[in-house]
């Protein structure tokens, strides 16, 4: 069985034309105007397709076909939001390789033993609140609507705002906790978004862990004071404290930590950000991942000491807080080994890896077997206009798919016509 790649891409191409910036990458964030069109096309597909919809306190899609078999469900999808000027494949791929993998198996009149459920969450990057996963951080129960009151956007909507306003209600949020036995088992297609299976030029990459993460937020407070005529001595100067800041936490990556650790300044706020004035205050974001906790560890660690010498030594108020966490997580064997089983039936070289990236079937671990099929990024370019995966990758990775979910979810008689 093999899906139909030219209606999988038609669908491709009409969701990416769903982003405010054209000709520059694809930028569709959750609860947005480009969110909102996505979506009514995912709803009208799965329309077409009888399928059972739900969309959750928090902006889930998740959408079952064979609903009334009344038993856990094999779950596929991804995410469909994107960071700003980001990629076409980032997570969309997964998300309709799941609708084009229902619509095989309906159009076959594939028998079910149990249910497969399509997902698509909200917010898996973090574009609105600098909170990766937290769709799947919240279906997990891993946040509270308190929490969720607090948590905000840069111009300081809360959570709970911006998913009312998108017509969701989120003191709901209790009843759509997933539960244990829910769901049997959740695979995601994804693209590496490294260069590790283009170089080593395999098709499919089986992945058995997800790094662990967290992120900083850093403030730093000093004086603001006028550039041409305040001494050097007499400073207390936030951006040269940041900058020795980041300085170190690159060294310590690259040079204390461990050979997988990885850390990245990727946003940063300088206020009042003008030329000739000393600013008052600096805020930046450090983002730590290691698939060993032991890296991200090292380099908190040294962050910290590192931001109380400089605060010390520059007479600057710098305070520290963790705005994310994610363990690192290892997937299912069980999974896994149907995974690697099917590549061979199919005829894919495939290579067992690591994910660098973080994913939200990582936050669905604890409560189902998970795994994860990765597909080729050209050049290993991801979060940026660049991302690029072959159709015929694409497609490699849906007929894995489809066939390990042929395998889970269907009655014996079908597993037999792999
Ligand atoms: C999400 O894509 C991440 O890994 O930051
Ligand atoms: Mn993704
Ligand atoms: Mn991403």
Excluded: W
């Excluded at 603001?224 to 020795?244: F, I, K, Q």
């Excluded at 600096?282 to 590192?306: H, P, T």
């Excluded at 795994?371 to 497609?395: A, Q, V």
């Amino acid at each position: 069985m093999e899906i139909n790649l030219g209606r999988l891409m038609k669908d491709f191409n009409n969701i990416i034309g769903f982003t405010s910036t054209p000709g520059n990458g694809c930028t569709r964030f959750s609860y947005s105007e480009e969110d909102q069109k996505a979506r009514e096309y995912l709803f009208a597909r799965m329309e077409e397709l009888g399928l059972d919809v739900k969309v959750d306190t928090i902006g889930n899609i998740r959408a079952t076909y064979g609903k009334e078999l009344n038993k856990p469900s094999i779950m596929i999808g991804s995410h469909h939001d994107t960071v700003k000027n980001g990629g076409k494949y980032d997570g969309l791929t997964g998300v309709l390789a799941a609708l084009e993998i229902i619509r095989v198996l309906k159009e076959e009149k594939a028998e079910l033993q149990q249910p497969i459920e399509l997902v698509s969450f909200a917010e898996e990057e973090g574009s609105n609140f600098g909170i990766t996963m937290l769709g799947s951080k919240v279906c997990a129960g891993k946040y509270g609507l308190e929490e969720l009151k607090k948590i905000q956007n840069p111009e300081g909507k809360s959570v709970c705002e911006a998913v009312k306003d998108f017509g969701l209600e989120i003191d709901q949020m209790e009843k759509d906790i997933l539960q244990k036995g829910e769901v049997d088992a959740m695979i995601e297609l994804h693209i590496e978004q490294g260069q590790i299976l283009e170089s080593q030029q395999k098709p499919i990459g089986i992945v058995q862990a997800i790094a662990g993460m967290r992120t900083y937020k850093v403030t730093i407070e000093g004086d603001s004071n006028h550039a041409g005529t305040t001494p050097m001595d007499l400073r207390s100067d936030p951006m040269a404290g940041a900058a020795e800041i980041i300085s170190h936490i690159r060294k310590t990556a690259k040079c204390d930590a461990l050979p997988t650790t990885v850390a990245t300044v990727g946003k940063i706020e300088c206020i009042p950000n003008i030329p000739n004035v000393i600013p008052h205050k600096v805020e930046f974001y450090v983002d730590i991942r290691d698939v060993e906790a032991k890296g991200v560890e090292i380099v908190s660690s040294k962050l910290a000491q590192k931001v109380k010498e400089v605060s010390e030594e520059y007479s600057l108020k710098s305070t520290i807080e963790l705005v994310g966490k994610s363990d690192t997580v290892k997937l299912s064997s069980r999974i896994i080994g149907q995974i690697e089983e099917t590549a061979i039936e199919q005829g894919f070289d495939y290579l067992k890896l690591n994910s660098g990236a973080v994913h939200d079937t990582a936050m669905l671990s604890g409560l189902t077997d998970i795994g994860m099929i990765f597909i080729p990024s050209k050049g290993g370019k991801s979060h940026c206009p660049e991302e690029y995966t072959s159709e015929k990758d694409i497609k490699a990775g849906c007929d894995v798919l489809l066939n390990v979910v042929r395998k889970l979810a269907c009655k014996k008689t079908e597993k037999q016509k792999i």
